[in-house]
């Protein structure tokens, strides 16, 4: 990212959609990424497991894109899997339709597993990046997906390097530093994160971005799902340690600007990635 180029226009959808109805939740999304688009963002990026919700407590014959798997007896997430490729000509049909990437979350299969999994997409529909959430949260998670083993996957969009975590992978700040030695600047973080851990949103993410000196986009889920409450709180995490941008609790459209002009001067007064000593932990 050039410290001249313009600011990267982000788009965070804060919203649970429909829970068990990938077609509701595509159309949903299709009308998110025009209003998106309309307000002049670049990316969009969704909540964890937006296409098919994070905990769908029955199946629908109208539930998936291939509705034939739904009257499985798998668990419901798992029931709702979609190959990439499937998901991927879904997704890339929205953003080539509105000229706007996108990053969205759904549970993955692949042969025999299911992985919790996010895609980005370009404004022209090509895929750019897919990421499998490698560290996965408690047992209902680890009940149902298999873990991702590739630790940072990255892509470039408008001349600006994304990076892809998903939620509890956040949480590690092995995972964050990771992605700023390989040159991530705007870390992208589709989450379901839970009532009472409010704080992560609030101070956690903030910090990440501040100690790897990135950008940290933090895109959250909202209200109560299948025993689970979501608590909002999408932001923007700036690498000053600054939020430019943050959701309250409720579904909404937030709108935010990852700057290369602030990213290069906070690298320059906060030289973390230069000051380490690896010699003492390594």
Same mark, same amino acid.
Not at 19 to 35: E, F, Q
Not at 93 to 99: F, I, T
Not at 236 to 252: E, H, K, M, S
């Given at each position: 990212?050039?410290? *001249?180029?313009?600011? !990267?226009? !982000?788009?965070?959808?804060?919203?649970?959609?429909?829970?068990?109805?990938?077609?509701?939740?595509?159309?949903?999304? &299709?009308?998110?990424?025009? /209003?998106?688009?309309? %307000?002049?963002?670049?990316?969009?990026?969704?909540?964890?497991? @937006?296409l098919?919700?994070?905990a769908?407590?029955?199946? *629908?014959?109208?539930?998936?894109?291939? *509705?034939? /798997?739904?009257? %499985?007896?798998?668990?419901? +997430?798992?029931?709702?899997?979609?190959?990439?490729d499937?998901?991927?000509?879904?997704?890339g049909?929205?953003?080539?339709?509105?000229?706007?990437?996108?990053l969205?979350?759904?549970?993955?299969?692949d042969?025999?597993?299911?992985?919790? %999994?996010?895609?980005? #997409?370009?404004? &022209?529909?090509?895929? #750019?990046?897919?990421? =499998?959430?490698?560290?996965?949260?408690?047992?209902?998670?680890?009940?149902? @997906?298999?873990?991702g083993?590739?630790?940072?996957?990255?892509?470039?969009?408008?001349?600006? =390097?994304?990076?892809?975590?998903?939620?509890?992978?956040?949480?590690?700040?092995?995972?964050?530093?990771?992605?700023?030695?390989a040159?991530?600047?705007? +870390?992208?973080?589709?989450?379901? #994160?839970?009532?009472?851990?409010? @704080?992560?949103?609030? %101070?956690?993410?903030?910090?990440?971005? @501040?100690e *790897?000196?990135?950008?940290?986009?933090?895109?959250?889920?909202t $209200?109560?799902e299948?025993?689970?409450?979501?608590?909002?709180?999408?932001? !923007?995490?700036?690498?000053? $340690?600054?939020?430019?941008? =943050?959701?309250?609790?409720?579904?909404?459209? !937030? +709108?935010?600007?990852?700057?290369?002009?602030?990213?290069?001067?906070?690298?320059?007064?906060?030289?973390?990635?230069?000051?380490? =000593?690896?010699?003492?932990?390594?």
């Open positions: 990212m050039s410290p *001249s180029a313009p600011p !990267l226009r !982000l788009a965070l959808a804060q919203s649970s959609g429909t829970p068990g109805d990938v077609r509701a939740n595509l159309d949903a999304l &299709d009308a998110l990424v025009a /209003r998106a688009a309309a %307000s002049g963002a670049h990316l969009l990026i969704t909540p964890e497991l @937006f098919s919700g994070y769908p407590e029955h199946r *629908s014959p109208k539930a998936g894109i291939a *509705s034939s /798997r739904c009257e %499985s007896d798998e668990p419901p +997430l798992a029931a709702l899997a979609q190959e990439r499937e998901a991927a000509a879904a997704l049909a929205l953003a080539r339709r509105h000229g706007l990437a996108l969205a979350g759904y549970p993955e299969r042969g025999a597993d299911t992985y919790n %999994s996010a895609l980005l #997409l370009g404004a &022209d529909g090509a895929p #750019l990046a897919a990421y =499998r959430k490698t560290h996965l949260y408690g047992p209902y998670e680890r009940g149902v @997906f298999t873990a083993d590739r630790a940072v996957v990255q892509a470039e969009l408008r001349g600006v =390097r994304l990076g892809v975590l998903i939620c509890y992978d956040v949480e590690f700040p092995e995972n964050v530093r990771a992605h700023a030695e040159g991530t600047e705007v +870390l992208l973080v589709p989450t379901a #994160l839970l009532a009472p851990y409010d @704080f992560v949103a609030r %101070s956690l993410v903030p910090v990440r971005a @501040f *790897s000196q990135l950008y940290v986009a933090y895109v959250n889920r $209200g109560p299948g025993g689970f409450d979501f608590v909002g709180l999408s932001c !923007l995490a700036a690498p000053d $340690g600054t939020t430019p941008a =943050r959701a309250g609790a409720g579904p909404g459209l !937030l +709108l935010a600007e990852a700057d290369p002009a602030l990213l290069a001067a906070s690298r320059a007064a906060n030289p973390y990635l230069a000051d380490r =000593r690896t010699d003492l932990y390594r």
